[in-house]
């Protein structure tokens, strides 16, 4: 049915209604306003400042056994040290690398399984030392003194090994200890 004209000039199209657009705009200008004032608030902002305390890359020593030097000449002991013991693969390959300090008094016990030709080398090891070579009988049949730092010079010990003891540079000469004097150890915790 057809609306005759004056039912169509009473009719008014939708107007947008621009209230809304309005409490919008003025919503976004005021979120924005504290979002700026936050930002740039003179006052300084209490922060917790939390600082890690880096631990040191550097191993540390820790004792879990004993080595005594004793003399072949009259079975008397020269010195006495405490070890670490590196008695598997990972021990060994690591030894004391990456020691930037150690001790006369410590050093490290090498154990093999069985008596073979050994062979050391000073690769990230940053302290020079004195390795000794030791048979199956306990026996030392050799000794590098001296060894030169993150060297890959291989050190051999010349004839079979069954154990190595490592100790600073200079221990050596020091208390006397010489190729055919004997080692005895005592392993004391793990």
């Known amino acids: 049915m057809a609306k005759n ?7 008014t199209p939708n107007k ?14 005021v979120a924005g306003y504290f979002i700026y004032t936050m930002m ?8 917790k400042v939390v600082v890690e305390k880096k631990e040191s890359t550097e191993p540390q020593f820790v004792k879990q056994g ?26 060994r390959e690591k030894g004391l690398m990456f020691r930037k300090t150690m001790e006369e008094t410590q050093g490290m016990l090498f154990v093999f399984v069985i008596s ?22 306990k026996e030392i049949v050799k000794i590098h003194k001296n060894t030169t730092p993150y060297s890959k010079e291989s050190l051999p010990s010349d004839k079979k090994a069954m154990y190595v003891v490592e100790v600073v540079a200079g221990f050596s000469d020091k208390y006397g200890v010489k190729e055919g004097d004997k080692i005895n150890f005592q392993i004391t915790k793990y």
Do not use: H
């Open 66 to 91: 004993e080595v005594e030097f004793v003399s072949a000449k009259d079975n008397k002991i020269i010195k006495k040290i405490d070890v670490e013991i590196a008695d598997n693969d990972a021990k």
């Open 116 to 137: 073979e030709l050994q062979s050391f080398w000073m690769k990230n090891t940053v302290l020079s030392l004195d390795i000794m070579f030791v048979n199956e009988n």
């Open 16 to 29: 947008p209604n621009y209230v809304i657009y309005v409490l919008i705009g003025v919503v976004v200008i």
């Open 5 to 11: 004209k004056a039912e169509l000039k009473n009719t």
């Open 40 to 47: 740039n608030d003179e006052k300084p902002i209490e922060r």
